[in-house]
């Protein structure tokens, strides 16, 4: 069982920078791929990115591929999404999400926090 809790969010300029961080109690942390989805009022949960834990390897969604940037820290437990050169589009419930074998689809995924909401203001 892993949980998850999401901090970081707030509101935001267009073209500034924004820390989500994702912390995971339980066990085995070290051995989940983690993701990032978010989700606009009125729209289905998409794909941010995601970073595997055996070779870290990162994966982006290309509406944020070269803008954001995905991290862990087993150490910490903690995943993180580094933000920058925000546009009012990427305003949404930004969610962390845990699994075996995580990919860009929503279903590979078994546990998930509760989100936090990111606001940019244009």
């Known amino acids: 069982q892993v949980q998850l809790v999401e901090s970081g969010g707030g509101l935001v300029q267009a073209g500034g920078s924004v820390r989500l961080s994702c912390a995971a109690s339980?066990?085995?942390?070290?051995?989940?791929?983690m993701g990032w989805f978010r989700q606009a009022p009125g729209k289905e949960r998409e794909f941010v990115a995601a970073?595997?834990?055996?070779?870290?390897?990162?994966y982006y969604a290309d509406s944020v591929k070269g803008r954001f940037a995905i991290s862990r820290d087993n150490a910490k437990n903690t995943v993180y999404l580094q933000m920058n050169k925000l546009k009012a589009e990427d305003t949404a419930e930004y969610y962390c999400?845990?699994?075996?074998?995580?990919?860009?689809?929503?279903?590979?995924?078994?546990?998930w926090g509760q989100g936090t909401q990111v606001t940019v203001s244009s």
């Open positions: 339980g066990r085995s942390f070290s051995t989940y791929d």
């Open positions: 970073i595997k834990w055996s070779n870290r390897n990162t």
């Open positions: 999400a845990a699994g075996r074998d995580g990919t860009r689809r929503y279903g590979t995924y078994d546990y």
